[in-house]
């Protein structure tokens, strides 16, 4: 099982050996352009260690590397936030697991989020009424104080929506996210219509997909996609368990569930219908 750090180091990895090839160096004579000994780039290449963003600034140096967008890519994998956010969420360390600092890590830095949910709404859609509901849920007989830092850690994750390069989010609500009733009727309603206020954002595309659709690929359990600007290599689907997470990062794997979301998306309802459909479930909420 792989986790986030690792997961970030191999592919950042992958990525500096590619543009070195690419440029025509060996490992060695990488090393020596940028003065250091050969391990070291070897270590970074294979994901053995992590790298600072000032040494990939160095090494894309040393590679000719341009494109201003790939440079910036590859130096928020190595720590820096793009969104000016520098790891926020390493003020709550000792409260959230690992695994969920990673996928913040993660969410933080990607372009693009493609997501199904068979159960809840995704966290961040959610609304604090909603959010705390379902923390109290996952986190059962929590003391309020961890309950109340856990929300707050859930809607400041909901910032990459409002910065001004936004996550792009698809997501594909099973039906049952619309009907499972979360903190009583007027928390639901209020989250329908939180629902129906982002799918209006152009960064944002919702759609449900009915009970009439019947069994569909993503009845064995909900996913992640996580996509980074300029390259594919980078992408990695992630799957949540009760106490772990695991990340997938082989094409095989995000070639299958790429099809499987585009899959889920011809059969759910259009952006479109899913107003419609939210509606239609709040007012009988």
């Given amino acids: 099982m792989q986790y986030g750090p690792a997961v970030r180091r191999r592919k950042l ?3 500096l050996r590619a543009l070195r090839a690419r440029a025509g160096l060996k490992s060695g004579e990488a090393a020596r352009l940028v003065g250091w000994h050969q391990s070291k780039v070897s270590r970074i290449e294979t994901g053995r260690s992590g790298v600072k963003p000032a040494d990939v600034e160095r090494l894309l140096d040393a590679y000719g590397v341009q494109d201003a967008e790939l440079r910036e890519l590859l130096v928020v994998l ?4 793009d969104r000016g956010r520098h790891h926020w969420w390493h003020a709550y360390r000792g409260l959230l697991p690992s695994t969920y600092s ?4 993660l969410e933080s830095q990607a372009s693009v ?4 949910e068979n ?5 961040l859609l959610q609304t604090p009424e909603y959010a705390r509901e379902v923390t109290r849920a996952a986190v059962d007989g929590a003391p309020d104080g961890k309950v109340d830092a856990l929300v707050e850690v859930r809607l400041a994750r909901q910032d990459v929506l409002r910065s001004n390069r936004p996550l792009r989010l ?3 609500l099973d039906e049952a996210v619309l009907r499972r009733t979360v903190g009583g009727p007027g928390v639901m309603t209020r989250q329908l219509d939180r629902l129906r206020e982002a799918a209006h ?3 944002v595309r919702i759609q449900v997909l009915p009970f009439g659709v019947g069994a569909h690929v993503g009845v064995t359990g909900p996913f992640v996609i996580f996509s980074f600007p300029n390259t594919s290599d980078l992408d990695v689907v992630v799957l949540d368990h009760l106490t772990s997470s695991l990340y997938l990062e082989r094409k095989e794997d995000l ?3 790429s099809e499987a979301f585009e899959s889920l998306q011809v059969h759910a309802l259009s952006p479109e219908e899913t107003l419609d459909f939210i509606a239609g479930v709040a007012h009988g909420a």
């Fill in 113 to 116: 989020m493609r997501t199904l």
């Fill in 255 to 257: 070639q299958a569930y």
């Fill in 201 to 203: 954002l152009p960064h």
């Fill in 119 to 123: 159960s809840v709404v995704p966290g």
């Fill in 170 to 172: 698809s997501a594909v």
């Fill in 102 to 105: 990673d996928f913040i890590s």
């Fill in 78 to 81: 190595a720590g820096s936030d």
């Fill in 13 to 15: 990895g992958a990525e």
